[in-house]
């Protein structure tokens, strides 16, 4: 079992920025991925920035050039960030973190609870 718990949401005026914060604890062998979602209503999840397995990283189109993901690994626990620069009112949405883990043999995805971001005058 693998808890991730968010921070960092909030509401900020456009050309702002923002740094969300993950931690991902308990019993894993290994983080394989880990990154963030966002959802609005209406829409499907999609990924904003994630770490792959191998190490590297994947950012949406969107926010390419004004988000950057970092990765902190301590013993038990991982921490991912993403910071949110420049940001606009369409980058409002519930933004999810998600972690594959591998334990046992197997891999298991969590999903964090979301945190709101809205970006507004």
């Known amino acids: 079992q693998v808890q991730l718990v968010e921070s960092g949401g909030g509401l900020v005026q456009p050309g702002g920025s923002l740094r969300l914060s993950c931690a991902a604890s308990?019993?894993?062998?290994?983080?394989?991925?880990m990154g963030w979602y966002r959802q609005v209503p209406g829409k499907q999840r999609e990924l904003v920035a994630a770490?792959?397995?191998?190490?590297?990283?994947?950012?949406a189109d969107s926010v390419k050039g004004r988000s950057t993901i970092s990765r902190d690994n301590a013993k038990n626990t991982v921490t991912v960030y993403l910071q949110m620069n420049s940001l606009k009112p369409e980058d409002t949405a519930v933004y999810y973190c998600?972690?594959?883990?591998?334990?046992?043999?197997?891999?298991?995805?969590?999903w964090g609870q979301g945190t709101q971001v809205t970006v507004s005058s």
């Open positions: 308990g019993r894993f062998y290994k983080i394989n991925g």
């Open positions: 998600n972690a594959v883990a591998f334990y046992s043999g197997s891999e298991y995805v969590y």
């Open positions: 770490f792959t397995s191998g190490g590297s990283t994947n950012y």
